[in-house]
């Protein structure tokens, strides 16, 4: 298994431009999220799914996009990007359970919009 | 609403010596609770977690953690640091039931190591 794999892995963007992060996981995961990571700041939710067709807001969700229209890809869109945007994207995913299951994380994106 | 704070956002220490990285959480309902690592230009790893079977848990690269309910505690150590150990460490705890089963994650701790 590949696990959560992310696509691209840098990106530089102006001011405006759009872009899409991809994230894919092949486990069979129905969760599946979308963090950003500021430095000192930890993880904060932007997006999240509990399956296929279904999503939901999480913490800082302006600015952003997603779509879930298969299991296996959690899409996140920029559509005007901003230099507040300029942060590491991480993309996680954990099977359907109770609350002690973990989630699994990709490797990340680092995107810096200029 | 659950919350988690990590005291120190820098612990350094000598390779060899105790290393204890702090975290205190918040929450209405029994926690799960969770320690993630993260080296440098990679995604998060899960070091161990807490699902209420134990209060000491043990996780990967010899860290374990306690459970203290009364000191709403859950800090991370290991006996002996080792130059590999040098990461950055995220506490985090299960938001409440019925909400996804979303992460709420603590600042994040840098642990660097002296040689």
């Known amino acids: 298994n590949a696990g959560v794999t992310q696509t691209p892995k840098f990106r530089i963007l102006k001011i405006g431009q759009s872009m899409t992060l991809q994230c894919t996981q092949d486990m069979n995961h129905n969760y599946m999220y979308w963090y950003r990571q500021d430095p000192g700041m930890g993880l904060k939710l932007i997006y999240y799914s509990v399956g296929a067709g279904i999503t939901d807001k999480g913490e800082v969700p302006n600015g952003y996009n997603v779509s879930r229209s298969t299991t296996e890809d959690f899409p996140l869109r920029l559509e005007l990007a901003a230099p507040s945007q300029t942060s590491v994207y991480f993309c996680?995913?954990?099977?359907?359970?109770?609350?002690?299951?973990?989630?699994?994380f990709g490797p990340g994106t680092r995107l810096t919009v200029l | 609403a659950q919350s988690v704070t990590q005291l120190g956002s820098h612990v350094s220490v000598s390779e060899g010596a105790l290393v204890l990285l702090r975290c205190n959480y918040s929450?209405?309902?029994?926690?799960?609770l969770f320690w993630y690592v993260q080296y440098p230009n990679q995604g998060l790893q899960l070091l161990l977690k807490y699902t209420s079977a134990a209060t000491l848990v043990k996780g990967i690269n010899g860290f374990e953690a306690e459970f203290k309910k009364s000191e709403t505690s859950f800090h991370l150590t290991k006996p002996s640091a080792h130059m590999s150990d040098a990461a950055e460490y995220f506490c985090a705890v299960s938001d409440k039931p019925g909400s996804s089963y979303k992460l709420i994650f603590g600042s994040g701790t840098r642990l660097l190591v002296r040689p």
């Open positions: 929450s209405s309902v029994p926690p799960y």
């Open positions: 996680a995913s954990r099977p359907k359970g109770g609350g002690m299951g973990e989630q699994f």
